[in-house]
């Protein structure tokens, strides 16, 4: 059985870093592509980056470009999202998703997801 889980979310400082994790289990990590995505109260769910080793690309919102890396840690099944500086608007529920091969900015082009792990930015 396929699965996903969030961690290292949590309270942080504007200018902060957190570093996110997706434990990965029942998939190949190179036949898949991993998208993180988030969620504000009262606002859409949003892509923030996406993955896949398929194709080597990488890719992230305009938003985050050059604040956020994302990475995949074969040997440990592990996808990781690095996030540096951090804003007030990046406050939201990051979830892990996975799809096969190529990457996409649809959510519902995503066949798993994990359960989400809340990042919020205040002082």
């Known amino acids: 059985q396929s699965q996903l889980v969030e961690s290292g979310g949590g309270l942080v400082q504007p200018g902060g870093s957190l570093r996110l994790s997706c434990a990965v289990s029942?998939?190949?990590?190179?036949?898949?592509?991993f998208g993180w995505f988030r969620q504000a109260p009262g606002k859409e769910r949003e892509v923030v980056s996406c993955?896949?080793?398929?194709?080597?690309?990488?890719n992230y919102a305009d938003s985050v470009k050059g604040r956020f890396t994302a990475s995949v840690d074969n040997a440990n099944n592990t996808v990781f999202l690095q996030m540096n500086s951090l804003q007030s608007e990046d406050t939201g529920l990051y979830y892990c998703?996975?799809?096969?091969?190529?990457?996409?900015?649809?959510?519902?082009?995503?066949?798993?997801w994990g359960q989400g792990t809340q990042v919020t930015v205040s002082s």
């Open positions: 993955t896949s080793r398929a194709d080597g690309s990488k």
């Open positions: 998703a996975s799809r096969p091969l190529f990457c996409s900015t649809y959510g519902a082009r995503y066949n798993y």
């Open positions: 029942g998939l190949t990590l190179d036949n898949y592509a």
